[in-house]
């Protein structure tokens, strides 16, 4: 687990009523984090010192907890090296019942039977939590504003399909998906997304996710490199992880995808990447560097996976065209999701595969993941056939540009130079630059205080250097709401970057006063 994960869940928790002492909350809840596998064993816990910081408490008040878990022996010291979750817990010799009553830090923890082993692709997966309770708060990257989205026609239209529903639609359906939605979604990429694609070659899967997590199974075996983007999407990484592939973690610039020298030496089986807006930095990749890859692609004999997750939203300039538009080789596999244009929960998204793929993708996906939602799938199709899909783009691109521009205006008043605010102009996030040296975990903890969910941008990188900055969401944060709550979040990275500084003192006044 992160630092910061753990933190940010003991502030939540320490913020609650309790008449117990802090260290023997810190003790509980530390100890229900163990015993629920939310941290699981062989976890290095923060050091007192840093804990003590995030949670603005006293470092005895830290050690005098730490010291009775290792005292009962869920934790143990490794001399030079911190404290780690013990590899061996008491509970798993002792009856469930003498467990700690605290509720855990995770709204819906695992219960999950003991002795517990999993494998250990099972441990290296779980050994990050999602923390999605943090997902839908102000600033946090990634939800979409669904209170926009016309549920008069939605609901209209799912209800229609749920209340009477074809048979046909009951069952799993046509593997592949819905076909009306299929045709709705084939046309809307060619003319939006200059897509080279029919209907035929269109999946319908529950994610994005999933349509990584099906092509890593189909297109590579274990131990094959895939190429991915650092810093880059933790959801694709999971998925190609999850089916034991070699992750090379390739650096980023403002071209997009930056492969060093050694790099282009290797020969990766798969090449992972977000061009229209690279996630999270949000550079777009260069007409050069989309050649020099599907050139390269072409020689090693490489497969790409084009997510292009949320470029429906761009405020300047026009687009340019999706790597697969570009593709004469038929070697990229183009990606991309309803959860951004629709509502995160809505899980549906689409895979656009060459066409010599398209009859043993079909099968993969049927066999694999036993698809079906087809209701939903026929409400959606007729949503977009009905034109609500398009009016809703519509609207969501104004209010989130003006949105995007209230939040840059607001950062560069306050911070000006100290900081370097990314230019993407498509999508619902924003990264905040740091100076070297900053602790973005820490900034991020801070707003976590103050109820903003950013994410410290060093936490996105898999390996090497780890440029400091925060990634911030401002698609679901009101209008209205934008400029105070970025004024209260320039005034923490302020602070931060310059305690003693009169602008700093100015701006926190200016803040507290909103
Ligand atoms: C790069 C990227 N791709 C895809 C998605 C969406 O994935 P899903 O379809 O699972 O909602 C996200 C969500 O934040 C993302 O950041």
């Known amino acids: 687990m992160r630092a910061l994960a753990l933190s940010e869940l003991l502030l939540i928790e320490l913020a609650k009523p309790s008449e117990l002492s802090l260290n023997r909350r810190i003790y509980d809840l530390v100890r229900a984090a163990i015993q629920d596998d939310v941290l699981v064993p062989g976890t290095r816990l923060p050091s007192?010192?840093?804990?003590?910081?995030?949670?603005?408490?006293?470092?005895?008040?830290?050690?005098?907890?730490?010291?009775?878990?290792?005292?009962?022996?869920?934790?143990?010291?490794?001399?030079?090296?911190?404290?780690?979750?013990?590899?061996?817990?008491?509970?798993?010799d002792v009856a469930r019942s003498t467990r700690s009553a605290v509720t855990v830090l995770r709204p819906n923890p695992p219960q999950l039977a003991i002795p517990r082993r999993l494998s250990r692709r099972g441990?290296?997966?779980?050994e990050l939590a999602g923390w999605n309770h943090l997902e839908v708060q102000p600033f946090?990257?990634?939800?979409?504003?669904?209170?926009?989205?016309?549920?008069?026609?939605?609901?209209?239209?799912?209800?229609?399909?749920v209340n009477d529903p074809d048979p046909a639609l009951l069952d799993c359906g046509d593997p592949g998906g819905y076909p009306p939605l299929r045709e709705a979604v084939a046309r809307y990429l060619r003319v939006s997304r200059s897509v080279n694609v029919v209907a035929e070659q269109v999946l319908i899967t529950s994610s994005t996710q999933q349509s990584v997590d099906l092509c890593a199974r189909l297109l590579a075996d274990p131990g094959d490199t895939v190429w991915i983007e650092n810093p880059g999407y933790w959801g694709a990484q999971r998925a190609l992880d999850a089916a034991d592939l070699q992750l090379r973690a390739i650096a980023v610039d403002s071209d997009g995808i930056a492969p060093s020298e050694e790099d282009w030496n290797t020969s990766p089986r798969m090449i992972y990447l977000t061009p229209s807006n690279q996630y999270p930095t949000g550079a777009v990749m260069s007409l050069d560097r989309r050649r020099r890859i599907l050139?390269?692609?072409?020689?090693?004999?490489?497969?790409?996976?084009?997510?292009?997750?949320?470029?429906?939203f761009r405020y300047e300039g026009r687009p340019l065209p999706s790597l697969q538009g570009m593709d004469m080789q038929q070697q990229v596999l183009?990606?991309?999701?309803?959860?951004?244009?629709?509502?995160?929960?809505?899980?549906?998204?689409?895979?656009?595969?060459?066409?010599?793929?398209?009859?043993?993708?079909?099968?993969?996906?049927?066999?694999?993941?036993?698809?079906?939602?087809?209701?939903?799938?026929?409400?959606?199709?007729a949503f977009i056939d009905e034109g609500h899909f398009e009016v809703n783009l519509r609207r969501m691109r104004v209010i989130y540009g003006e949105r995007r521009a209230l939040l840059r205006a607001t950062l560069s008043r306050i911070l000006g130079s100290r900081?370097?605010?990314?230019?993407?102009?498509?999508?619902?996030?924003?990264?905040?630059?740091?100076?070297?040296?900053?602790?973005?975990?820490?900034?991020?903890?801070?707003?976590?205080?103050?109820?903003?969910?950013?994410?410290?941008?060093?936490?996105?990188?898999?390996?090497?250097?780890?440029?400091?900055?925060?990634?911030?969401?401002?698609?679901?944060?009101?209008?209205?709401?934008?400029?105070?709550y970025a004024q209260i979040l320039a005034r923490i990275i302020l602070e931060q970057l310059e305690p003693e500084s009169p602008s700093a003192r100015a701006a926190a006044g200016l803040a507290t006063t909103i």
């Open 48 to 92: 007192s010192r840093d804990l003590a910081r995030d949670l603005n408490v006293s470092r005895n008040t830290v050690v005098s907890a730490i010291d009775q878990l290792l005292a009962e022996g869920y934790v143990a010291a490794r001399v030079g090296s911190g404290t780690y979750v013990a590899t061996r817990l008491p509970e798993r």
């Open 123 to 126: 441990l290296r997966l779980t």
């Open 140 to 161: 946090a990257p990634g939800p979409a504003d669904y209170t926009t989205l016309q549920f008069r026609h939605w609901n209209r239209l799912l209800k229609k399909y």
């Open 295 to 312: 050139d390269f692609a072409a020689e090693r004999n490489a497969w790409i996976l084009e997510d292009d997750y949320d470029s429906e």
């Open 334 to 381: 183009y990606l991309g999701t309803f959860s951004k244009v629709m509502y995160q929960g809505v899980r549906l998204a689409y895979l656009v595969v060459p066409i010599d793929l398209v009859e043993r993708f079909r099968i993969g996906l049927y066999d694999l993941f036993r698809p079906g939602q087809l209701t939903m799938q026929a409400a959606l199709a």
């Open 419 to 484: 900081v370097e605010l990314s230019r993407s102009n498509a999508g619902m996030t924003l990264v905040i630059h740091l100076p070297e040296g900053c602790d973005d975990g820490a900034i991020a903890t801070l707003a976590a205080r103050a109820n903003l969910t950013v994410r410290a941008l060093s936490n996105y990188y898999l390996t090497g250097a780890r440029s400091p900055g925060l990634v911030v969401g401002f698609a679901y944060v009101s209008t209205p709401d934008i400029t105070p």
